[in-house]
């Protein structure tokens, strides 16, 4: 059973946290590591991860020295890690506990290298919002028009997630990083198994409409290198994808 090392950033998310942790926890697949990168200058809620951390040797917890963003977070994640396959995670996202099981499964037995899954969207009142279904994504151009990727569905082989790291972007960092592995064509398998939750707050970074469009314009003028008309027609394509979803 290869070791598979689940990355989470934390910053100010301590509602959640232990409940993704668990989630990871209660896993049937038992080889893992989980790596929480404390990324908040502010200590209010160290004390309290610390004592989470104290509660399994399986996971390792790693304290920035100044606030990196998420993207990065993940970086040093990955350069701390030891598994033959990365997972992320994020701090308010929890997993189903056969998740790692049969995701693991249908990689090895299918010699993939990149997947990822179906997922549930939930309010803050744990009700279900919606569903996304899990799809493949074989060529650059299948995935710049709309990010169908859940990052906290995403696992991936120890080499791949080394070929590329995650740009220092509030949101859509790991839309930038998907991009870049398909341009060095990497195939992306969808698992199509409703296997993560992924927790919609109020108050995150990925619910300011504001924060998606500068960030998104970003994806495509610095980060695709688009001119300035193909960055604003992609961003409309991206913003209409967001609403039909």
Not at 54 to 78: C, M, P, T, V, Y
Not at 86 to 115: G, R, V
Not at 142 to 162: F, H, N, P, Q, W
């Amino acid at each position: 059973m290869k070791l598979v090392s689940v990355i989470i950033p934390y910053f100010k998310k301590k509602k959640y946290i232990g409940l993704s942790i668990s989630s990871v926890l209660n896993q049937t697949y038992k080889n893992l590591e989980i790596i929480i990168i404390y990324d908040d200058v502010q200590e209010d809620d160290l004390y309290y991860i610390k004592d989470i951390v104290s509660r399994d040797n399986r996971i390792k917890l790693i304290i920035n020295n100044a606030n990196k963003g998420a993207g990065e977070s993940r970086n040093i994640g990955i350069s701390n890690s030891s598994g033959d396959y990365i997972a992320f995670l994020d701090a308010d996202d929890t997993w189903e506990k056969i998740k790692l099981e049969k995701q693991i499964n249908f990689m090895s037995q299918n010699d993939i290298d990149f997947s990822h899954t179906s997922y549930k969207i939930q309010n803050e009142q744990n009700s279900i919002l919606s569903i996304r279904k899990a799809k493949n994504f074989f060529s650059y151009d299948d995935l710049l028009k709309s990010c169908d990727i859940g990052l906290s569905t995403v696992v991936l082989k120890r080499e791949i997630a080394k070929i590329d790291k995650f740009p220092n972007l509030k949101t859509k960092e790991d839309f930038v990083f998907w991009l870049n592995l398909l341009k060095k064509k990497i195939k992306i398998y969808g698992f199509d198994y409703e296997l993560t939750t992924w927790r919609k707050t109020n108050n995150s970074l990925s619910s300011s409409t504001f924060q998606k469009l500068v960030d998104g314009y970003k994806v495509y003028r610095v980060y695709m290198n688009f001119n300035f008309i193909k960055s604003i027609y992609y961003l409309f394509c991206l913003g209409i994808n967001y609403l039909k979803k």
